[in-house]
């Protein structure tokens, strides 16, 4: 009975201790020109034909919201 603690003790810990892939995202941010129902640069729209694409922002609807951080910012339609 030690010896399957031991075992699993040793196969939990070790392997914790292999590499994680890193994931790099280009336009993390999804820093783009502002405009209507356009996908940033470097992003695909997966929605539906029927759903509204995002919007990149401020500018369109009434939003003059500034970023936190950049030039812009996704929004996104909710019904």
Avoid at 4 to 28: E, H, M, W, Y
Avoid at 32 to 59: C, M, R, Y
Wanted: charged share 20%; proline share 9%.
């Amino acid at each position: 009975m030690k010896t399957i603690v031991a075992f699993l003790l040793l196969s939990f810990t070790c392997s914790g201790l292999t590499a994680q892939d890193v994931i790099r995202l280009k336009n993390p941010g999804f820093e783009s020109e502002p405009e209507f129902g356009v996908v940033p640069e470097h992003w695909i729209n997966l929605g539906s034909t029927s759903e509204t694409p995002p919007d990149i922002q401020p500018g369109f609807f009434g939003v003059v919201d500034k970023p936190y951080e950049g030039k812009t910012y996704l929004g996104l339609v909710v019904r």
